[in-house]
């Protein structure tokens, strides 16, 4: 059977070079791939499926790529990872083909493309940098955050939230540096209520990001209604004390951590100046019992009081020996597990692993000038306005009273141009302003609001709808929003009839 290779075509996508698996279990290859006649780039996710013999593993790979493409295509959410349909010029409101085959003698390639996110993994950032500086740590936490309660309020959980599943949409580095986190790979994902069966096991570092009841269900069990949504609370506890502490909570062979995930307090953070009331939110979402978690929601109203908005919305570069410290040359602080020396706290699990807090670091005077003098041109880079004009709706009206089929309109002032498109986005009250449709070059779409809008409202629900100018790949907002316009989902009335007279009746 050929391998994949460069310039090999696949759907309209021609590959160009290959990247690093998405998913670690080695039957899923990702290559960076365009559309031959334009820039536009994507990542292309390669299943290779043998007709004959087909085992359990590969059966299981199958079932989790159609779970993943399942749930994506339905997702529309800026810190969510966006999926293209195979066939770009499709206009079908129901006909988008989003995972597709290509068939050999002894075996087929299922694939599926997603943008291409260029900054690199958190992972990566968190390797170089050591520990992360409380507010960018605070606003990745945030933005991921934002993602979870978003699949949350749709019944779905992720079941995989740690570095390697989280990137950086743009690179960190130019002039028009913005830092947006997307999350990534949901073949794990299921639904909040649904039990779990032979949940991928994690190994290494990545099993300290795994919720006790995860460890020892029986334990979790009880007669409140099955809920998988702490279980991403638990995660997303042990990212910020990751990025804060260089390491996680637990660390040591997978029986050690195992034992101290379900019996263990974590190491204490103020020997890194983290503020009490942000280490008592990451407790609060490392608690053993699931239903002692917060939900995501009350999670970012209490981060957003301990570390308030605005903050960091570029890359800032500290100095070593500053307020949270980096790297020093050819070294990489804080990211080998440290060992049970110095003052040292056990965490109670009897043979288990020994929870010493990592060693801050020791700067010289020269490095630190050193690496003042290397980065201190470059201070706060934030996020510039968008200077596009917003867009003007026109139709619906304000107020009116919409199902089924709509045709929605607006105008604009500006010119759009190659890879740019209006976003129309529909959303219910209180809801994520959730694009509906394609991404449309005229400005005016018609959609299908009993299936595009996410979340469909009750009769009667106020709802409303706005549309901004966006970049298709790499995605980004390029205007404001235009202001929003309400409408009510219904039925509209029924118009009165009137009896018609003429002359002489």
């Known amino acids: 059977?050929?391998?994949?290779?460069?310039?090999?075509?696949?759907?309209?996508?021609?590959?160009?070079?290959?990247?690093?698996?998405?998913?670690?279990?080695?039957?899923?290859?990702?290559?960076?791939?365009?559309?031959?006649?334009?820039?536009?780039?994507?990542?292309?996710?390669?299943?290779?499926?043998?007709?004959?013999?087909?085992?359990?593993?590969?059966?299981?790979?199958?079932?989790?790529?159609?779970?993943?493409?399942?749930?994506?295509?339905?997702?529309?959410?800026?810190?969510?990872?966006?999926?293209?349909?195979?066939?770009?010029?499709?206009?079908?409101?129901?006909?988008?083909?989003?995972?597709?085959?290509?068939?050999?003698?002894?075996?087929?390639?299922?694939?599926?493309?997603?943008?291409?996110?260029?900054?690199?993994?958190?992972?990566?950032?968190?390797e170089q940098m050591g520990r992360l500086p409380l507010e960018e740590a605070a606003e990745i936490i945030y933005q991921i955050g934002t993602a979870l309660d978003y699949i949350h309020s749709k019944g779905i959980v992720h079941l995989n939230v740690h570095p390697r599943t989280i990137f950086f949409r743009y690179p960190l580095s130019g002039p028009d540096l913005r830092v947006e986190l997307v999350l990534t790979d949901f073949a794990n994902a299921a639904r909040a209520d649904q039990e779990v069966i032979g949940e991928r096991a994690a190994e290494g570092e990545l099993k300290s990001?795994?919720?006790?009841?995860?460890?020892?269900?029986?334990?979790?069990?009880?007669?409140?209604?099955?809920?998988?949504?702490?279980?991403?609370?638990?995660?997303?506890?042990?990212?910020?004390?990751?990025?804060?502490?260089?390491?996680?909570?637990?660390?040591?062979?997978?029986?050690?951590?195992e034992r101290a995930i379900l019996g263990a307090a974590p190491p204490p953070l103020q020997r890194f100046d983290v503020p009490v009331g942000v280490e008592d939110l990451i407790l609060q979402a490392l608690q053993k019992d699931p239903a002692e978690r917060p939900s995501i929601e009350h999670l970012l109203i209490n981060l957003d009081k301990n570390v308030p908005p605005p903050r960091v919305v570029g890359v800032r570069m500290v100095a070593p020996g500053g307020e949270h410290g980096a790297p020093a040359e050819g070294t990489r602080p804080h990211?080998?597990?440290?060992?049970?020396?110095?003052?040292?706290?056990?965490?109670?699990?009897p043979g288990g692993v020994e929870g010493v807090a990592p060693p801050a670091p020791a700067?010289?005077?020269?490095?630190?000038?050193?690496?003042?003098?290397?980065?201190?041109?470059?201070?706060?880079?934030?996020?510039?306005?968008?200077s596009y004009p917003v867009p003007k709706l026109l139709e619906p009206a304000e107020e009116a009273v919409l199902k089924g089929r709509v045709t929605f309109a607006w105008d604009w002032e500006g010119e759009l141009r190659d890879n740019e498109a209006f976003?129309?986005?529909?959303?219910?009250?209180?809801?994520?302003?959730?694009?509906?449709?394609?991404?449309?070059?005229?400005?005016?779409?018609?959609?299908?609001?009993?299936?595009?809008?996410?979340?469909?409202?009750?009769?009667?629900?106020?709802?409303?709808?706005?549309?901004?100018?966006?970049?298709?790949?790499?995605?980004?907002?390029?205007?404001?929003?235009?202001?929003?316009?309400?409408?009510?989902?219904?039925?509209?009335?029924?118009?009165?009839?009137?009896?018609?007279?003429?002359?002489?009746?």
Request: aromatic share 10%; with cysteine; net charge negative.
């Open 363 to 386: 700067f010289s005077d020269r490095l630190k000038a050193r690496w003042q003098a290397l980065t201190g041109a470059l201070g706060s880079i934030f996020r510039r306005t968008p």
């Open 1 to 126: 059977m050929p391998p994949i290779r460069e310039d090999y075509d696949l759907g309209p996508y021609r590959t160009i070079q290959r990247l690093p698996a998405l998913h670690k279990d080695g039957l899923v290859e990702s290559w960076l791939s365009q559309l031959p006649d334009k820039q536009e780039r994507v990542v292309l996710n390669i299943l290779r499926v043998p007709y004959d013999d087909l085992d359990e593993e590969h059966q299981r790979a199958y079932a989790a790529l159609q779970n993943e493409v399942e749930i994506l295509k339905k997702s529309r959410h800026l810190n969510i990872v966006r999926i293209y349909p195979l066939h770009p010029r499709a206009i079908s409101l129901r006909g988008e083909c989003y995972l597709s085959q290509v068939n050999f003698r002894d075996e087929a390639w299922w694939f599926w493309a997603m943008e291409y996110l260029e900054g690199g993994s958190l992972a990566d950032r968190m």
């Open 423 to 505: 976003e129309l986005r529909v959303w219910k009250e209180g809801g994520p302003h959730d694009r509906a449709g394609e991404l449309q070059r005229e400005p005016e779409l018609e959609i299908d609001l009993d299936i595009l809008v996410p979340e469909l409202p009750g009769e009667g629900d106020k709802c409303f709808w706005s549309v901004a100018v966006v970049r298709q790949n790499p995605y980004r907002s390029l205007s404001k929003e235009a202001k929003s316009r309400s409408f009510i989902y219904g039925e509209p009335a029924e118009p009165e009839e009137t009896e018609e007279t003429t002359e002489g009746d």
């Open 335 to 349: 990211t080998v597990p440290y060992t049970a020396t110095g003052a040292s706290r056990p965490l109670g699990a």
């Open 209 to 257: 990001y795994v919720a006790p009841e995860r460890i020892r269900p029986d334990k979790a069990k009880s007669d409140r209604p099955l809920d998988n949504r702490p279980k991403d609370v638990y995660s997303l506890g042990v990212l910020f004390y990751h990025m804060l502490a260089g390491v996680p909570p637990f660390i040591g062979n997978d029986e050690d951590v």
